[in-house]
């Protein structure tokens, strides 16, 4: 499996932006697909994820309301759908996907087994 983000830039506080992240490999109907951010010094966070089967999906406290994750199963796309940007969410942003078997948590880094490269997201005030 491999993933290939994109959509990334700078954005005034308020605006928005759509990311996307295109999935290549054989995807099973069990995997989550993710997004999560890594802003300069700190660590990895979450952001959200979505179950590639039903489009179930979970949110970041702090992204809930801005944020929306959908995925597009005919063109193996997920998207990240970012509005009311704020400076505070300038970082890298990552997807991932979170196969059947990993038994770790959908929140944490550790639950994904394969990662994007990241695209560069910037929020001036």
């Known amino acids: 499996v491999q993933l290939q983000a994109s959509g990334g830039g700078l954005v005034q506080a308020g605006g928005s932006l759509r990311l996307s992240c295109a999935v290549s490999?054989?995807?099973?109907?069990?995997?989550?697909m993710g997004w999560f951010r890594q802003a300069p010094g700190k660590e990895r966070e979450f952001v959200t994820t979505t179950s590639w089967r039903d489009g179930r999906a979970y949110y970041a406290d702090s992204m809930r309301g801005r944020f929306t994750i959908s995925r597009d199963n005919a063109k193996n796309t997920v998207y990240l759908q970012m509005d009311s940007l704020k400076p505070e969410d300038t970082a890298v942003y990552y997807c991932a996907a979170k196969s059947a078997y990993n038994s770790g948590s959908y929140y944490g880094p550790s639950g994904y087994d394969y990662w994007g490269q990241g695209t560069q997201v910037t929020v001036s005030s």
């Open positions: 490999g054989w995807i099973f109907s069990g995997y989550f």
